[in-house]
């Protein structure tokens, strides 16, 4: 059992819905991810949350909200999404520290996103 | 120009053969890492094996080894005595930068799958 959790893990929304995806994490580490995994493209890093603050946002189009409570949990807001927004989306966390760390990061199983 | 390059997009290997998996990157930074990640078909991105620049020995977990040929700007991915549930895809990724920076700009991936 992977210690990154999301859901849902499929979700099927018309372009006027407003939904959110959700992401926890259980290994007590203090930066979080969202990544978009679109067929045939490299994954494409969205937005890094560092103990609770935005410290990226690479470029997203505002239709994309992320919200992050506290160090545990992630949302991602969507909202007038367009279907070239169809993807598979990653929730990932690690452990940012000083120390002489690898820094790998863990992810979840994604949330497999199609806008009709 | 692509930070990471995965030039075999598929790949078929007959079960306990030795696979090889390429991977290169391109950097200016003198400090960096490299990852390798496996994506079964659930979609988890789950963490194989790492490589900093400043390492002497080439990485190895199990029957995972990274060839680093820091001249070349190479780290391949060596699986030994495949199984049947290597099948699944397999992601090259780089962090620049020292540790403390955990964003990983990832390849487009190569496909494995493993015959019988």
């Known amino acids: 059992e992977t210690g990154v959790t999301q859901t849902p893990r499929h979700l099927v929304m018309g372009m006027t819905n407003k939904k959110s995806l959700k992401c926890e994490q259980h290994?007590?580490?203090?930066?979080m991810y969202w990544y978009k995994q679109s067929a045939k493209k490299p994954l494409e890093l969205m937005f890094v949350?560092?103990?609770?603050?935005?410290?990226e946002n690479n470029s997203v189009p505002s239709r994309f909200s992320p919200e992050c409570p506290n160090s545990s949990h992630l949302f991602l807001h969507l909202h007038t999404l367009q279907p070239e927004d169809s993807a598979l989306y990653l929730c990932?966390?690690?452990?940012?520290?000083?120390?002489?760390?690898?820094?790998?990061?863990?992810f979840g199983e994604g949330s497999r996103l199609t806008v009709l | 120009a692509q930070k990471i390059t995965q030039t075999q997009p598929g790949m078929f290997v007959q079960e306990k053969e030795a696979v090889t998996l390429d991977c290169t990157y391109d950097?200016?930074?003198?400090?960096?890492?490299l990852f390798w990640y496996k994506q079964p078909s659930s979609g988890e991105m789950i963490f194989l094996i790492y490589?900093?620049?400043?390492?002497?020995q080439n990485a190895t977990e199990g029957r995972y080894s990274l060839n680093f040929q820091k001249a070349r700007k190479s780290a391949n991915l060596v699986i030994s005595a495949s199984q049947l549930g290597d099948s699944a895809m397999y992601f090259c990724?780089?962090?620049?930068?020292?540790?403390?920076?955990?964003?990983?700009?990832f390849g487009t991936g190569t496909r494995l799958t493993i015959i019988p």
């Open positions: 490589q900093g620049s400043y390492d002497q």
């Open positions: 290994l007590g580490h203090n930066a």
């Open positions: 949350y560092n103990f609770k603050e935005q410290t």
């Open positions: 990724a780089m962090r620049e930068g020292g540790f403390g920076n955990e964003k990983l700009t």
């Open positions: 990932a966390s690690s452990h940012r520290t000083g120390l002489q760390t690898t820094g790998e990061l863990f």
């Open positions: 950097t200016s930074d003198p400090s960096y890492g």
